[in-house]
């Protein structure tokens, strides 16, 4: 069975762009979170989807928006990206929210310059 | 104070050895703990959930206090391939938000 998949691996922006991250879950799981890794940190929760619906969302400014399709595909969008935005954006997936096994992509590395 | 804090290392161990990690937390509503393990520049993957009477996975056995809020992990028996950042994971009731550690780095030597 396919995990969780994340595309694009990497990717390089200019200050001031949008961007958009993409996550598919594995097969049966209907929640996924998103979370920010910069080097050093652990991850920061950011937003979680379950069957489509916002359930969570953790401090991050009005910038960064996500959705939840009805295949359980996620998107992650981020506004006007400053340099600070420069992180591991990880997905993960679950069958409900958290309190069960979650499972992560292998991320997206955005570097913003 | 920080959600969730861990002694972020490293801790330097050699092969066989025991070695133990805390982590406190601050929400005393936290329902749900878990121990992930992140190789470098890899994805967290989850260790272990941490429950309430305790729990073991072969060399790996978890705690949680809830009465002090902090969990352990201790790890017996260490091999080179332990050698990873070990994440603590506390998640408050229902949908609410899954806090990180910032990570205890292990290195075990030969």
């Known amino acids: 069975d396919a995990g969780v998949t994340q595309s694009p691996t990497h990717l390089i922006k200019t200050r001031g762009q949008q961007v958009t991250l993409r996550c598919s879950p594995i097969?049966?799981?209907?929640?996924v979170s998103w979370y920010q890794q910069v080097l050093g940190q652990g991850p920061q929760f950011i937003f979680q989807?379950?069957?489509?619906?916002?359930?969570g969302r953790g401090n991050f400014p009005d910038r960064f928006s996500a959705r939840q399709f009805p295949n359980y595909s996620s998107e992650l969008n981020v506004n006007a990206l400053l340099l600070g935005d420069s992180a591991l954006y990880l997905c993960?997936?679950?069958?409900?929210?958290?309190?069960?096994?979650?499972?992560f992509g292998q991320g997206t590395r955005l570097t913003v310059v | 104070r920080k959600e969730v804090e861990q002694d972020p290392g490293p801790f330097n161990v050699p092969e066989g050895a025991t070695v133990a990690f805390n982590c406190t937390y601050s929400?005393?509503?936290?329902?749900?703990f878990f121990w992930y393990r992140q190789d470098c520049r890899k994805e967290p993957k989850l260790l272990m959930s941490?429950?309430?009477s305790g729990n073991e996975d072969g060399r790996f056995t978890a705690q949680l206090n809830r009465a002090s809020q902090y969990i352990s992990l201790l790890i017996r028996d260490s091999k080179l391939s332990d050698s990873a950042t070990y994440l603590c994971?506390?998640?408050?009731?229902?949908?609410?938000?899954?806090?990180f550690g910032t990570g205890t780095k292990l290195q075990v030597i030969p």
């Open positions: 993960a997936s679950s069958l409900q929210g958290m309190g069960t096994e979650a499972f």
């Open positions: 941490v429950y309430s």
């Open positions: 994971v506390v998640r408050a009731g229902g949908y609410q938000k899954v806090t």
């Open positions: 989807y379950y069957e489509k619906e916002e359930r």
């Open positions: 097969s049966g799981h209907k929640s």
């Open positions: 929400n005393s509503a936290s329902q749900s």
